[in-house]
């Protein structure tokens, strides 16, 4: 009887009609799913009750995320478990992990996704994340979209290639790193999001102030040959080559590296409105005179 | 007669002014200001390297090298992006891929960054490259004509060969899968006689991708019979690469005794032993004495020894012996070709 129920409410949720249940409803339908191992119902129910924008991020929100990360390790969907995870961890920072009701491999995921999420990006605290969560079926496609700001905004997705603001460009679940800057301001920043199944991630980019930057700044012109990243005071910027990059006035150290050649590490000293321009830095291959 | 020397006058001034001005215009090439953008980015003088790449796209005559357009623009999409300007990067990675579908990056040179965008505007803009010898002879039964293709997925490629003119069969020539680049040899289809095959012709290039997407482009060519010339032999390699096959020792100190003891007996024996009654002796004695010693010194630093250098010998002899069997090998080549007709293979329609 209780199976019936739960397919039939499956049914309703599969037709779209999640949108009318309420997020704590599809939560507990998913743990009781869940409950009765009824795995792909409990994941359809869980996936779509999780929307944190539907519901409060409560005990029943964290309990959720660890079935719904427990069925996918058990249907060796690792990778997107991970996803999840870091979703979560991203989402409400201080989650913390059950390690009574829930078997060591969630915990193991629990603690490889903070670990990732630990690190940070420059640009979190810039920036601002919501989620589309118009089907949260993993049959609809999961894509990431920068949401226009009124400023000439200009971004891209590391490893993947541009993405034009306003328009959402498809993607597999993952974690992915969104470079966007906008020049006119001297803002430019680096975040890592996850994009989940079926769903789209959607950033929006606060610029300091609403236009130019009050805060003293100069600008940091460096290339190198070959190309390396490039770290200011221990913090991975870019990759070079890097032009007009707003630094703050004063002394930083700076730092290009590419695995194989031997690290260059310089201090340099910014003063305000300074053009800092150092040229084309030839690494020297590790092992060379 | 006035009005015909100010027409004299202003006619001469034009041409002055005609003259003065090519000539600067003609100073800045695409080329040269290709280089001094170069410079100028090398210099992390980025805005400065923009601007002269602008410059250089937008004066370059259409008959510029498309390699020459793509760099630029590939260039010109690096600065864009180092400055922040990452849509603006990815609208001249297209304008490089349009101008020569040819383009890649080096993984050595372009960041990670740099390569996923233009892998993604390589893949999203609909262009198919072709490139063949402009012009070139070859053996038609032996030797097979390269064509060079860019497409933007990977996808079939088939190459149609056709005689222009009404009711004309084309031959297909060739399939062929593509990732990404590939030169593909093609064997011209020129029968018994290559008098016959002589003609002009049209080589239809398709590409389609497994999605459905399709391409097409076309080259006219020139077919001709050409009877072989014998290969020119080539000249003996240049002294400057010829190793030196000896070493100088050093001075021998021996030797410099030697000298010295010679000159001071050639002196001190007529001394000793001449009869004093007669005169004048000493002095040429002391003379000759004098000049065998200066002898022996000259030798001490004229005279070092040699020494041989087997590597150097055995380096030499191979270059000769290297040069020797490429001449060989033209000749038994010139002993084939002797008489022989080619096929003469000449692109009509620009790439």
Redesign the interface.
């Known amino acids: 009887m209780r199976a019936a129920v739960l397919g039939f409410a499956l049914a309703g949720v599969l037709a779209g009609a999640s949108q009318a249940q309420d997020a704590p409803n599809l939560l507990r339908l998913g743990a009781q799913a869940y409950a009765f191992a009824e795995y792909g119902a409990a994941q359809a129910f869980l996936t779509a009750g999780l929307n944190p924008g539907a519901g409060p991020r409560d005990t029943l929100w964290v309990a959720s995320v660890h079935r719904l990360a427990h069925i996918l390790i058990e249907e060796r969907k690792d990778s997107i478990a991970a996803v999840w995870l870091r979703w979560a961890l991203r989402a409400q920072p201080g989650l913390v992990v059950d390690t009574v009701n829930f078997p060591p491999p969630v915990q193991d995921a629990f603690a490889r996704a903070r670990t990732f999420v630990a690190a940070g990006t420059p640009g979190d605290t810039l920036t601002e994340t919501t989620w589309e969560w118009v089907h949260g079926r993993s049959e609809t496609p999961s894509g990431l979209r920068m949401e226009r700001s009124g400023v000439p905004l200009s971004g891209f997705v590391e490893g993947i290639g541009s993405l034009p603001a306003g328009t959402t460009q498809p993607l597999a679940p993952g974690s992915y790193t969104v470079v966007v800057s906008a020049p006119d301001y001297f803002f430019r920043a680096r975040v890592t999001r996850e994009v989940l199944p079926g769903i789209t991630t959607v950033v929006r980019f606060r610029l300091r102030g609403g236009g130019p930057s009050s805060q003293a700044l100069g600008l940091l012109y460096v290339a190198s040959t070959p190309w390396a990243v490039l770290y200011l005071d221990g913090e991975r910027t870019d990759y070079t080559p890097v032009a007009a990059r707003p630094v703050a006035v004063g002394t930083h150290r700076m730092r290009l590296e590419r695995p194989g050649y031997t690290p260059f590490d310089t201090l340099v000293t910014v003063g305000r409105d300074q053009r800092l321009r150092l040229g084309t830095i030839r690494l020297r291959a590790v092992g060379s005179q | 007669m006035i009005s015909a020397r100010c027409w004299l006058v202003a006619v001469v001034a034009l041409d002055v002014a005609a003259v003065g001005v090519p000539r600067s215009a003609a100073a800045q090439t695409p080329e040269m200001t290709l280089a001094r953008a170069v410079a100028a980015?090398?210099?992390?003088?980025?805005?400065r390297g923009v601007e002269l790449l602008r410059e250089a796209i937008a004066t370059a005559p259409r008959a510029t090298p498309s390699a020459l357009r793509g760099n630029a623009e590939v260039r010109l999409a690096?600065?864009s992006w180092?400055?922040?300007?990452?849509?603006?990067?990815?609208v001249h990675f297209q304008a490089a891929v349009s101008a020569d579908p040819f383009v890649t990056l080096d993984p050595?040179?372009?960041?990670?960054?740099?390569r996923?965008?233009f892998?993604?505007?390589r893949r999203a803009t609909l262009v198919l490259g072709v490139r063949a010898p402009p012009d070139t002879a070859l053996a038609p039964r032996t030797e097979p004509w390269p064509v060079s293709v860019a497409v933007p997925r990977p996808g079939q490629v088939r190459f149609r060969l056709a005689r222009t003119g009404p009711a004309s069969r084309d031959t297909l020539l060739a399939t062929t899968a593509v990732d990404s680049t590939a030169t593909v040899a093609l064997r011209l289809p020129v029968g018994d006689s290559v008098t016959r095959a002589a003609g002009s012709y049209r080589l239809a290039v398709e590409y389609s991708e497994p999605g459905g997407r399709a391409l097409a482009t076309t080259l006219a060519l020139e077919l001709s019979e050409q009877i072989a010339d014998s290969l020119p032999h080539e000249l003996p390699p240049a002294d400057s690469l010829y190793r030196l096959e000896v070493r100088w020792g050093a001075p021998s100190r021996a030797s410099l005794a030697r000298g010295i003891g010679l000159g001071v007996g050639a002196a001190t024996i007529p001394l000793l032993l001449a009869n004093s009654a007669l005169r004048g002796v000493g002095g040429r004695a002391l003379t000759v004495g004098a000049t065998v010693s200066a002898a022996g010194v000259v030798g001490y630093f004229l005279g070092r020894p040699r020494q041989p250098l087997p590597e150097n010998v055995a380096y030499n002899r191979a270059l000769r012996s290297a040069w020797e069997a490429r001449n060989r090998t033209l000749a038994a080549a010139n002993e084939r070709r002797r008489g022989a007709v080619l096929l003469r293979v000449r692109v009509a329609s620009p790439q």
């Open positions: 980015l090398e210099a992390t003088e980025t805005e690096v600065a180092s400055l922040g300007f990452f849509d603006s990067a990815t050595e040179q372009f960041n990670p960054d740099l996923a965008v892998h993604a505007v």
